[in-house]
């Protein structure tokens, strides 16, 4: 599947769901080289190529800026980003 499809199907409803006050996570688990950083990240100088993360900052503040137009709305962004290899957090 494309970058574009893994996002549609997984980021987009995290994002929805963001947008509505929810907390999400993503948790990406699996044998060494079997694509867990290429599906997260992906090449983010390739608009093709990027991955959920990229894409997901993208469409995100995107939809902030057209919603910061409405009277009273207030966002506060926080995420954190770990990955843990070989038992050691990076």
């Known amino acids: 599947d ?14 929805d769901n ?4 929810y ?12 694509g867990k950083s290429h599906s997260m990240v992906g090449d983010v100088h390739n608009e093709a190529e990027r991955g959920i993360l990229p894409r997901a900052c993208v469409r995100l503040f995107a939809t902030l800026d057209d ?6 709305f207030e966002a506060t962004v926080l995420a954190s980003y770990l990955e843990i290899y070989n038992e050691r957090i990076f």
């Open 23 to 34: 907390n999400g996570c993503i948790f990406a688990y699996g044998q060494t080289g079997s």
């Open 2 to 15: 494309s970058q574009e499809t893994v996002f549609n199907a997984v980021g987009m409803h995290l994002l």
């Open 18 to 21: 963001a947008m509505n006050a």
């Open 67 to 72: 919603r910061r137009k409405e009277e009273g």
